[in-house]
């Protein structure tokens, strides 16, 4: 079984030692293919490929096509929508992404927008603390808990919301309060952390409403998507009430407008970072190793996403 690294940009070179090591001791062979600049080379190197990790590489139907022995491709990260998976399912190949392998990364740059924040964007002048302000996390998966957790760790009151967690306990076992609607999380929050993914039922949904109803001095941070957003109805918001602030690691489309008129409240990353970390890469390669091996040994698709 041949396992192939397909990389424009490479793994660091931790990360490929380790994919290397999970591969050879599960008595497979490993290919590498890094820094391609021509998509020839790409379906060149599948061609005899049993199993496929990538990053941001495009895997395209023509790939697929190019791909006759493909099993597996494995997304080294969250998203995957840069493989096409009716391709992919049409020829019976298994698509994966490694989800939780960089909440850490992301869960730090949230904790790390609230300080810049409160601090003025390090600008001279008095700012304020996290410890004793309430924490609103809208959406417990697996970044939303390591923010409460490191929330709870800076002093916060941590509470939260997401629908789709029944179990009480999950919220307990971190000290966090679980309120029962999106209203009552955001009258609530100094520091509303979104972390809802992008569906039907979220898109524009974060608005001018529910901003409204934020209390004095409150800031919304936003490591998710934009997509979740509403943005005329953040722009209106924000407008309206001076005293609330915006930061977000994916800049919103009308970011410099956004930037434009409300100066000081407002910060975008230059590019979405939250998952630029190496400890996070290096995770994440790893992890698409151990899932290839997994599912050539024992079947295990737990992480499929074209099902
Ligand atoms: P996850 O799948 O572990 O958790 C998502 C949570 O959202 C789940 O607990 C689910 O129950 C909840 N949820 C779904 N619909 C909801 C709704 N309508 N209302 C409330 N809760 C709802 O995902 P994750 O790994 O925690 O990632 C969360 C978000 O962060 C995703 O949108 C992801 O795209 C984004 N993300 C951003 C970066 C970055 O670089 N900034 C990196 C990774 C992930």
């Not at 601090?119 to 410890?131: A, D, H, I, V």
């Not at 001076?242 to 000081?264: F, M, S």
């Amino acid at each position: 079984m041949k396992v192939l690294v397909a990389t424009e940009k490479p793994f660091a070179k931790k990360a490929v030692d380790g994919i290397r090591t999970i591969v050879e001791q599960a008595g497979y062979e490993l290919a590498l293919l890094e820094k391609y600049t021509d998509k020839a080379q790409l379906l060149g190197a599948v061609a005899d490929a049993d199993a496929l990790i990538i990053r941001s590489d495009k895997v395209t139907a023509e790939v697929l096509e190019a791909a006759k022995q493909l099993k597996i491709v494995v997304r080294a990260g969250a998203g995957y929508d840069n493989v096409d998976l009716a391709a992919a399912t049409t020829k019976n190949v298994v698509v994966m992404n490694t989800p939780g392998q960089n909440s850490n990364a992301v869960a730090e740059l949230a904790l790390g927008l609230m300080i810049f924040m409160a601090r003025n964007k390090y600008t001279p002048g008095t700012g304020t603390e996290l410890q004793g302000k309430t924490l609103a996390i809208h959406a417990y998966g697996n970044v939303g808990k390591l923010v409460g957790r490191k929330g709870k760790a800076l002093g916060m009151n941590v509470i939260a919301y997401d629908p789709f967690i029944t179990d009480a306990a999950v919220f307990e076992a971190d000290g966090v309060k679980k309120v029962d609607s999106v209203e009552e999380l955001y009258a609530k929050a100094d520091y509303l952390s979104l972390h809802i993914p992008a569906t039907a039922e979220t898109r524009n949904s974060i608005g001018y409403k529910l901003l409204m109803s934020m209390p004095k001095g409150a800031t919304l941070v936003n490591t998710a998507r934009k997509e979740v957003l509403d943005e005329a109805g953040l722009l209106k918001a924000l407008t309206e009430r001076e005293d609330l602030k915006y930061v977000t690691d994916i800049a919103a489309e009308t970011q410099e407008t956004l930037n434009e008129q409300l100066g000081k409240r407002v910060f975008a990353t230059p590019k979405k970072m939250g998952a630029e970390t190496a400890e996070a890469n290096i995770n994440a390669g790893l992890a698409a190793a151990n899932q290839i091996v997994d599912f050539l040994k024992n079947g295990n698709r737990r992480f499929q996403v074209n099902k």
